[in-house]
C-alpha cells in the first residue's frame, strides 16, 4: 500500500509533494502520473512542474491559484490517482563504447564485482533502465536498474573534467554526463549522441519515465555515430510499449 503524499509549501510560489522516502519504481510512477494528471486538467495557475524521484515539485502563480485551492487540486488528483500503474513507457537505444579510453573505470567495478570488463559491459547493457529524472546539470538522466553487482561508490576525489556522453556508475543508479563537466562518477563506457541540445526541440533526449537500453558498439561503429551525430542526421532507435508498475 502507497502512502497518501505529503505537501510541503517551497516559498511563495511552489509547492513539492512527496510520495515517500526512498528510491522506489512504484513511487516514482506515480510522481509522473501526479504531473499527467495535473497537465491534462490544465489548470490555470499552474506554471510549470518539476518530477524527482519521490516527489513532484508545482511552480505556480499565487496571483491566479491561492496555495489553499493549489492544494486541494493536487490531493483531489492525487487521490484519483490508480493504485496499479500502467504506463506506455518509450524505450531509447543509447550506442556506447565500454572501457578503453572511453571507460576508465571499468577495470576498476570488474575488480569490485569479481568479473571480467567483457562481463561488466555484457551485465549493464543486459538491463532495461527507468529515467528516475533529470538533474545535475540539462539533460543528465538518472536511472534505475541497475544489476545489484555492479553499484559502486562515487569516486574518493572528483575528476575536473568528465567528456561528454560518458556512461557512469554511482550507487545503484547509473547516468550519462550530457556534457563536458567535472564529476566523480565511476565512468565505464561512452556515447556519441547528444543528450542535450538547446537548439533541439525538445532539448533533452531523454525525459523522466523513458526506459533506456544501452547498445555495446566498438570503435568503428561509434566513430560513424559520431559523424552521423555531428552532420545531424543520427536519430537513436527507439520504441514505445506498455509499461507495468
Given amino acids: 500500500m502507497l502512502q497518501a503524499p505529503r505537501l510541503l509549501p517551497a516559498g511563495d510560489s511552489a509547492m513539492a509533494v512527496e510520495f515517500g522516502d526512498g528510491i522506489d519504481v512504484r513511487i516514482n510512477a506515480r510522481v509522473r502520473l501526479l504531473q499527467q494528471a495535473l497537465r491534462a486538467g490544465a489548470h490555470a495557475g499552474i506554471v510549470e512542474m518539476v518530477p524527482t524521484y519521490r516527489s ?43 572501457g578503453g579510453e572511453a571507460g576508465p573505470d571499468l577495470a576498476d567495478v570488474a575488480a569490485a564485482a569479481g568479473v571480467d570488463e567483457q562481463a561488466v559491459a555484457e551485465l549493464h547493457a543486459g538491463g ?97 555515430i559520431a559523424r552521423e551525430v555531428q552532420a545531424g542526421t543520427y536519430r537513436p532507435a527507439s520504441r514505445t510499449g506498455s509499461g507495468g508498475r
Fill in 56 to 98: 513532484l515539485m508545482v511552480h505556480y502563480d499565487p496571483m491566479v491559484l491561492a496555495r489553499e485551492a493549489l492544494a486541494d487540486v493536487i490531493m483531489t488528483t492525487a487521490g484519483r490517482l490508480p493504485e496499479q500503474v500502467r504506463e506506455a513507457a518509450r524505450t531509447v537505444e543509447i550506442p556506447v563504447k565500454y
Fill in 128 to 224: 532495461e533502465y527507468v529515467v528516475f529524472m533529470l538533474g545535475f546539470m540539462p539533460g543528465f538522466p538518472y536511472l534505475g536498474g541497475l544489476p545489484p553487482g555492479l553499484a559502486m561508490p562515487r569516486l574518493a576525489s572528483p575528476r575536473a573534467v568528465v567528456p561528454a556522453g560518458s556512461v557512469g556508475i554511482a550507487g545503484a543508479q547509473t547516468g550519462i554526463y550530457p556534457t563536458e563537466s567535472p564529476g566523480g562518477w565511476r565512468i565505464i563506457g561512452r556515447t556519441p549522441v547528444c543528450l542535450f541540445d538547446p537548439l533541439r526541440s525538445p532539448p533533452a533526449l531523454l525525459e523522466a519515465g523513458d526506459h533506456v537500453r544501452f547498445v555495446p558498439v566498438g570503435q568503428t561503429d561509434y566513430d560513424a
